[in-house]
Nanobody, 117 residues
Framework: QVQLVESGGGLVQPGGSLRLSCAAS????????LAWYRQAPGKQRELVAT???????SYTDSVKGQFTISRDNAKNSVYLRMNSLKPEDTAVYYC???????????WGQGTQVTVSS
């Protein structure tokens, strides 16, 4: 049984930081591209950042220089460091694992991030 479990969300003031974690079980994440998505109320889910199986990161323009994605294959985990948070970063954040060649794809259940004073 494959599970992706996010943690680290919460309430933070504008300008604050959070580090999200996503721990995988049932898969070997070194084979997977890993990603973070977010979905704000009333909006579509959007891609925030990806990191390839070789460790190459990419970001959507709105978070470049603000968020950092990283992975630890030994811990079967992916992380998202979020700095200088703004109210518009408020959303449910989801991690995703994709093994493109095998067409395997898994989602976590999400973790709420709320940026508010």
């Amino acid at each position: 049984q494959v599970q992706l479990v996010e943690s680290g969300g919460g309430l933070v003031q504008p300008g604050g930081s959070l580090r999200l974690s996503c721990a995988a079980s049932g898969i070997i994440v070194s084979m997977y591209q890993l990603a973070w998505y977010r979905q704000a109320p009333g909006k579509q889910r959007e891609l925030v950042a990806t990191i390839s199986s070789r460790g190459y990161p990419s970001y959507t323009d709105s978070v470049k220089g603000q968020f950092t994605i990283s992975r630890d294959n030994a811990k079967n985990s992916v992380y998202l460091r979020m700095n200088s948070l703004k109210p518009e970063d408020t959303a449910v954040y989801y991690c995703k694992a994709d093994w493109v060649l095998m067409n395997y794809s898994y989602w976590g259940q999400g973790t709420q991030v709320t940026v508010s004073s």
